[in-house]
């Protein structure tokens, strides 16, 4: 098992372009997340699925969206950068029998910034 | 609204010494609670969980503990090591997971 795997691993932007981050698992995980985490803070939630098809917002969700047309994938679009989301991105996946008893798995994250 | 607090900010100690490493949160409804590490540059690494009915968690020299009724979560290492430099998250779930800002512990020779 790969895990979950995240696309690119840096990339740099200008103001108002547009980009698009990929997140796959293959553990056949439910659950599915992203993360930004800006230096010397914790992790924030943007988005969040709890099956192909459903997406909610999490608690940063302005500038972004996402979709979950698969279990495996769950890509993040920035449709115009700002300098504000410059930061790291993670990716996560967790199996969900019910209640929420397991770990979540983590990608090795995105670094993004908006010039 | 949930809000997770980790005290200290940064820890720095000789190695050999045991210590603990604290996370308190507002909201006691949670599913569980964990402690995940984090190297610098790198992804986040689950160490333990604990479900909402237990009171502790142990793997190797790691303990954790929870007191839900009070909020709070304390994660001890034992006879500390340089490898265990890192920072530390501690994290509740609810239908999704809030972490806190995290411990930077630095272990010297």
């Known amino acids: 098992n790969a895990g979950v795997t995240q696309t690119p691993k840096f990339r740099i932007l200008k103001i108002g372009q547009s980009m698009t981050l990929q997140c796959t698992q293959d553990m056949n995980h439910n659950y599915m997340y992203w993360y930004r985490q800006d230096p010397g803070m914790g992790l924030k939630l943007i988005y969040y699925?709890?099956?192909?098809?459903?997406?909610d917002k999490g608690e940063v969700p302005n500038g972004y969206n996402v979709s979950r047309s698969t279990t495996e994938d769950f890509p993040l679009r920035l449709e115009l950068a700002a300098p504000s989301q410059t930061s790291v991105y993670f990716c996560?996946?967790?199996?969900?029998?019910?209640?929420?008893?397991?770990?979540?798995?983590f990608g090795p994250g995105t670094r993004l910034t908006v010039l | 609204k949930q809000e997770v607090t980790q005290i200290p900010a940064a820890l720095s100690v000789p190695e050999g010494e045991n210590l603990v490493l604290n996370c308190s949160f507002t909201d006691s409804a949670i599913y569980n609670l964990q402690w995940f590490r984090q190297d610098p540059g790198k992804g986040l690494t689950s160490l333990l969980l604990i479900q909402s009915s237990q009171r502790e968690q142990t793997s190797g020299r790691l303990n954790a503990s929870l007191d839900k009724s009070s909020g709070r979560s304390t994660l001890y290492i034992a006879a500390s090591q340089p490898g265990d430099s890192a920072t530390y998250l501690c994290a509740v779930n609810t239908d999704k997971l809030i972490f806190g800002t995290g411990t930077r512990l630095q272990v010297f020779p």
């Open positions: 996560a996946s967790l199996l969900s029998l019910g209640v929420l008893t397991d770990t979540q798995y």
């Open positions: 699925s709890v099956g192909a098809g459903i997406t």
